[in-house]
């Protein structure tokens, strides 16, 4: 027995290899898509270190950007110092003299550091960072089903069953994008939320109004492409054997589409400044990776370690897709 399971992971093996490295791969994109793949850091005096430990930190994700502070423990300085979370009238108040031994930092949430960066953006004319990749953020988990499906059909190694597979799974995300944004309302709700978010701190509804009706068409266009790409690949995948390849090697390349992706629009957001800010500075490309410096504030951008699943995926699909390829050549896939 030990023998049999020893043999299944040699390279003699090479379906039951490709499809367990295909597996791990989608595992590891799934998670991805929940996990925070990049984090960004502004530090400056007015934020001390033993007060903010990690500056003021966002977190981005495939579908939005989120809050990367964390709540001060109990009897630190910013614990004590620093309000974590303003009162709302359904906040319960207490007494601090009669309820002095209450523990009111429980439950406390850290300050909100998207807010905090755009609060600071905003002085030299940047806009709000939810204005960034309108379209791709509420279209990314269609475009993971899209992956997803792609991948089974490559760990796939007869022709119609894979054809099967991918026609089943395109189907139901093409259903499930079109029941999302167009019958639940999700796009014009997603519209309306983005030119609200725009309008946060520079009143110019005509100028608004045109991006909200840019994203609105351009998220039109990408849902038909993708209509489109899913025909073209269940016709490639028909027709050319060799096309089964790009099953694999687009999910493969999310990686390097996230940072070209994150690399363009950290361009738009800095030679995009808008000119009430209040203090002026020229267009400047913000750092992708690494530390820079922007008037009195350092910078940190960095990968987070959902970045290291979309390495897993790329390290391995590479082999799988090497393994099919030699399958082909020598007659042993279809």
């Given at each position: ?102 523990k ?12 905090e ?89 005509e ?31 028909a ?13 493969a ?47 940190y ?28 050549r ?5």
């Amino acid at each position: 027995m030990f023998h049999r399971k020893i043999s299944m992971l040699d390279t003699r093996n090479p379906k039951f290899l490709i499809a367990t490295l295909t597996g791990v791969a989608l595992i590891a994109m799934i998670a991805a898509y929940f996990a925070p793949i990049w984090w960004v850091s502004l530090t400056a005096p007015n934020y001390p270190k033993d007060a903010f430990p990690d500056g003021i930190r966002i977190h981005f994700h495939f579908d939005g950007v989120y809050n990367g502070c964390k709540a001060a423990g109990a009897g630190t300085r910013m614990a004590n110092e620093i309000i974590q979370k303003d009162l709302s009238h359904d906040d319960e108040r207490y007494n601090p003299i009669l309820d002095k031994n209450k523990k009111v930092d429980q439950g406390a949430q850290g300050l909100d550091c998207v807010h905090e960066m755009n609060t600071i953006n905003h002085y030299v004319g940047m806009f709000p960072i939810a204005t960034g990749a309108p379209v791709e953020k509420p279209l990314a988990k269609f475009f993971f089903a899209f992956f997803a499906t792609t991948m089974l059909g490559f760990a796939v190694t007869g022709k119609k069953l894979r054809l099967g597979v991918l026609a089943l799974g395109f189907v139901a995300t093409a259903a499930w994008m079109i029941t999302d944004q167009y019958l639940l309302g999700h796009l014009d709700a997603h519209v309306k939320a983005y030119m609200e978010e725009t309008g946060t701190f520079f009143r110019e509804p005509e100028r608004i109004k045109a991006w909200g009706d840019n994203v609105r068409w351009i998220t039109h266009v990408v849902i038909a492409g993708l209509v489109v790409a899913m025909v073209v690949v269940l016709a490639g995948v028909a027709r050319m054997q060799n096309f089964q390849l790009l099953l694999a090697l687009l999910p493969a390349l999310l990686p390097l589409f996230f940072l070209v992706t994150y690399a363009g629009w950290l361009w738009f957001f800095g030679h995009n400044l808008h000119p009430w800010g209040a203090f002026t500075v020229k267009p400047f490309m913000p750092t992708v990776f690494g530390e820079g410096k922007v008037a009195q504030f350092s910078t940190y951008s960095y990968p987070n370690w959902g970045f290291a699943l979309l390495v897993l995926m790329f390290v391995c699909l590479v082999p799988a897709l090497l393994l099919r390829r030699k399958q082909l050549r020598e007659g042993q896939a279809e």
